[in-house]
């Protein structure tokens, strides 16, 4: 009997974003849920100050060591003088055939990892560095959104030039009472503020700072629900079903804690009972900004539904969450894709993407 070979893949999970124990529960649940016939893995937690441990030193923190005890450990091993001790540890690891990069947020959604491994000349799941960068910054986002005429909720960009030009009262004749203040690049509802008066809105305004230099004033819906829908593919991309959030009553909107600390009243409805009319406008809304920022591999579109029935894409999350509780996976298992099935096929597409870039002609002419 002949054996197949199996496919080695390294799993990038950790990160220096508000988001670093949310990745690590994203590759433990890819883990748990990969094909060990199929493939061998091995592991790079990137750490809190962005430096790629090894395997061996990975795995520890995966099976529950002290991570801070094990960084500290490792980090006396390296020589800080070479300019690629944050990456030196990749070169332990021979024979690499693919990347799956779980590293939500900064370093990891923003196009940084894509960056490397693009050098690296390997095959990665998810989005290219442009595309990545794009849908991560909120701002960047919205202007490709506008241009694809793809709905989405009016802002104001704040930054430290233009911040004392704005104050509560100038947005809210602009956008009315209640204004959310979010960091253009950060995730997990890190940073964001619910904002009805001056005073709020100066103390929201000086937290959200602090995650960015960039921050959207934005508009608020009447209402609203929250869907979500997942996206899965290259050049053809498909949609799942969709999902419904509903938090608390004394919740303002979907916190980090809803998310990540405590979701014991957090409803997940999967998939959600709407009518066909609002399923297919959302569907095609996510289709086509998915196809507008050029997205690759997947991506989870979250929506916001006002009293009326109006959608408006709020956000694009190029490395979504793999938890217990993510959307992404959910969303596809009441699709009918299974877990282990949805991560064979972001590695085929990683795949197939990298083929696709590799068929690019980069030729040049020598000056004589």
């Given at each position: 009997?002949?054996?197949v070979?199996?496919?080695?893949l390294?799993?990038?999970?950790?990160?220096?974003s508000?988001?670093?124990?949310?990745?690590?529960?994203?590759?433990h649940?890819?883990?748990d849920?990969?094909?060990?016939?199929k493939?061998?893995?091995?592991?790079?937690?990137?750490?809190?100050?962005?430096?790629?441990?090894?395997?061996?030193?990975?795995h520890?923190?995966?099976?529950?060591?002290?991570?801070?005890?094990?960084?500290?450990?490792e980090?006396?091993?390296?020589d800080?003088?070479?300019p690629?001790?944050?990456?030196?540890?990749l070169?332990?690891?021979?024979?690499?055939?693919?990347?799956?990069?779980?590293?939500?947020?900064?370093?990891?959604?923003d196009?940084?990892?894509?960056?490397?491994?693009?050098?690296?000349?390997?095959?990665?799941?998810?989005?290219?560095?442009?595309e990545?960068?794009?849908?991560f910054?909120k701002?960047?986002?919205?202007?490709m959104?506008?241009l694809a005429?793809?709905?989405?909720?009016?802002?104001?960009l704040?930054t430290?030039?233009?911040?004392?030009?704005?104050?509560?009262?100038?947005?809210?004749a602009?956008?009315g009472?209640?204004?959310?203040?979010?960091?253009?690049?950060?995730?997990?509802?890190?940073?964001?503020?619910?904002?009805t008066?001056?005073?709020?809105f100066e103390?929201?305004l000086?937290?959200?700072?602090?995650?960015?230099?960039?921050?959207?004033?934005?508009?608020s819906?009447?209402?609203?629900?929250?869907?979500?829908?997942?996206?899965?593919?290259?050049?053809?991309?498909i949609?799942?079903?969709?999902?419904?959030?509903?938090?608390p009553?004394q919740?303002k909107?979907y916190?980090?804690?809803?998310k990540?600390?405590?979701a014991?009243?957090?409803i997940f409805d999967i998939p959600?009972?709407?009518?066909?009319e609002?399923?297919d406008?959302?569907?095609?809304?996510?289709?086509?900004?998915?196809?507008?920022l050029?997205?690759?591999g997947?991506?989870?579109?979250?929506?916001?539904?006002?009293?009326d029935?109006?959608?408006y894409?709020?956000?694009?999350?190029?490395?979504p969450g793999f938890?217990?509780?993510?959307?992404?996976?959910?969303?596809?298992?009441?699709?009918?894709?299974?877990y282990?099935?949805?991560?064979d096929?972001?590695?085929d597409?990683?795949?197939?993407?990298?083929?696709?870039q590799?068929?690019?002609?980069h030729?040049?002419?020598?000056?004589?």
């Amino acid at each position: 009997m002949t054996m197949v070979k199996k496919t080695h893949l390294a799993l990038l999970f950790g990160g220096d974003s508000s988001e670093h124990d949310v990745s690590k529960r994203s590759a433990h649940n890819i883990y748990d849920a990969m094909d060990k016939d199929k493939y061998d893995i091995s592991l790079f937690l990137l750490t809190k100050k962005g430096i790629i441990l090894s395997d061996e030193a990975s795995h520890r923190i995966f099976n529950g060591e002290s991570e801070d005890d094990v960084v500290k450990e490792e980090m006396d091993k390296l020589d800080f003088s070479d300019p690629l001790a944050p990456i030196k540890n990749l070169a332990a690891v021979k024979d690499i055939d693919v990347f799956f990069p779980t590293i939500h947020g900064n370093l990891g959604e923003d196009g940084t990892i894509q960056g490397l491994l693009r050098l690296l000349h390997k095959p990665y799941v998810g989005s290219g560095i442009l595309e990545s960068a794009m849908g991560f910054d909120k701002d960047i986002t919205k202007k490709m959104l506008n241009l694809a005429d793809v709905r989405n909720t009016n802002y104001q960009l704040i930054t430290p030039d233009n911040k004392d030009d704005w104050s509560y009262a100038k947005l809210q004749a602009k956008f009315g009472d209640v204004i959310f203040l979010k960091p253009a690049n950060q995730g997990s509802s890190v940073g964001i503020h619910k904002v009805t008066n001056e005073k709020e809105f100066e103390d929201g305004l000086k937290d959200a700072f602090r995650y960015d230099y960039k921050i959207l004033a934005e508009q608020s819906i009447d209402g609203p629900e929250e869907l979500e829908i997942s996206i899965l593919g290259n050049e053809k991309p498909i949609a799942s079903k969709l999902g419904a959030i509903r938090v608390p009553k004394q919740d303002k909107f979907y916190t980090y804690d809803n998310k990540f600390v405590d979701a014991s009243e957090v409803i997940f409805d999967i998939p959600v009972d709407v009518s066909k009319e609002l399923a297919d406008e959302i569907t095609d809304m996510a289709l086509r900004a998915y196809r507008a920022l050029g997205l690759k591999g997947m991506a989870r579109i979250d929506f916001l539904v006002s009293k009326d029935d109006v959608p408006y894409l709020g956000e694009v999350n190029t490395l979504p969450g793999f938890t217990n509780i993510s959307l992404y996976p959910q969303l596809w298992e009441a699709s009918g894709i299974s877990y282990t099935d949805l991560i064979d096929r972001l590695i085929d597409l990683a795949y197939a993407e990298f083929k696709r870039q590799s068929e690019i002609i980069h030729d040049f002419k020598p000056l004589s």
